[in-house]
């Protein structure tokens, strides 16, 4: 069976990407899974952290990563409903696990769900054919578009159980989003004009500005490596923003602390430029302003955010479609940081 492999550990990761024909999933199907037939699947900066090594991961390699796919269920395991079968469907990569509780946890009321990653703690979807959970599926209209589909899954829902679920988004409120360009930027300046939000971007490129503005974002702001907050409280009439969605992380994350209104929300899945960020507390403290990491979601917040897709509401930015036999050349974009929106590899 055909695959995208990463050979071997590396920086940079896309000279170790092969295709080939010789990877094989387990054949028999574990109890509430289901085989699913690749027709597309898409990139992620985690494709780039796999191939790299995962901090306090002991990967193996060759592996197969890729945490983004749309698909056709082609067989089920026990105690999955025949009913899949033939469906389109789109695959949450988060797995939730559960551990048994010890006597002096205490109550687990307000701890946030664990995940392993389908595609980095476990081979992915990067294949003809994977194994994943039923429960992880939500299912999409036999005629959507399979590329379209498959950059829309895990970008989606880490934007959406962010944004909504935990920043609590309110129409009309005014967003900022750094680094447009990338999978999670693009997806969450789509959400926000969903809900009709005012939307402000950043980016190096102004290329990726004026395409953003053109996608729907009302204004950008070339970041050149200085402050930019004034400039965001200028075009806010120094009210602030609502909201600053950054996954930079240290390049970014002070000028976002001071672009927020009072009570506004920073909420980050990511720190592409590094964690050890400088804040300014005070600012934190007097504004009253909330600071929130998130990672993926729930199965739950996937088929709501699927749900969006499914009825045309929302669609990803999809920067380029490569065939899968081409998948060196889809890392070796990623890797350069060239893209707006999704990279994905069709599979048909």
Not at 182 to 190: L, P, Q
Not at 203 to 208: D, L
Not at 321 to 334: G, H, M, N, T, Y
Request: glycine residues 10%; proline residues 5%.
């Amino acid at each position: 069976m055909n695959a995208a492999v990463i050979t071997r550990q590396g920086n940079p990761v896309a000279p170790g990407i092969e295709f080939r024909d010789d990877y094989e999933i387990a054949s028999d199907i574990p109890a509430g899974s289901v085989v699913v037939k690749t027709l597309a699947s898409a990139l992620n900066h985690m494709d780039l952290w796999v191939g790299r090594g995962v901090p306090g991961l002991e990967l193996s390699y060759p592996r197969v990563s890729g945490c983004d796919a749309c698909g056709i269920v082609e067989s089920v395991g026990d105690g999955v409903d025949s009913a899949w079968i033939g469906r389109r469907v789109l695959v949450n990569a988060a797995v939730a696990i559960d551990r048994p509780g010890r006597p002096d946890d205490g109550t687990p009321s307000t701890l946030a769900p664990e995940y392993e990653l389908i595609g980095e703690h476990h081979n992915g979807m990067h294949a003809e054919r994977f194994v994943v959970p039923a429960a992880n599926l939500a299912p999409v209209p036999d005629d959507c578009d399979p590329c379209e589909a498959a950059a829309f899954g895990l970008t989606a829902l880490t934007a959406y159980s962010m944004m909504v679920t935990k920043g609590d988004l309110r129409p009309g409120q005014t967003v900022l989003i750094t680094g447009i360009g990338g999978g999670v930027a693009t997806i969450a300046m789509k959400l926000a004009l969903h809900f009709g939000c005012k939307v402000i971007v950043t980016s190096r490129s102004a290329e990726k500005i004026a395409e953003a503005i053109r996608l729907g974002a009302h204004e950008g702001i070339v970041d050149t490596g200085e402050d930019w907050s004034r400039q965001v409280r200028q075009n806010t009439n120094k009210r602030g923003v609502d909201m600053a969605v950054d996954s930079v992380g240290k390049a970014t994350h002070l000028a976002c602390i001071k672009s927020l209104a009072r009570g506004g929300a920073y909420v980050t899945p990511g720190c592409t430029t590094g964690p050890d960020a400088k804040t300014d507390l005070a600012r934190i403290f007097w504004n009253q302003l909330r600071v929130l990491g998130s990672t993926m979601g729930t199965n739950d917040e996937f088929r709501e955010v699927a749900a969006l897709f499914a009825s045309g509401k929302v669609t990803p930015v999809v920067d380029r479609v490569f065939k899968a036999s081409d998948a060196q050349a889809a890392w070796e974009r990623l890797e350069a940081s060239e893209q707006m929106g999704k990279i994905v590899l069709d599979w048909r």
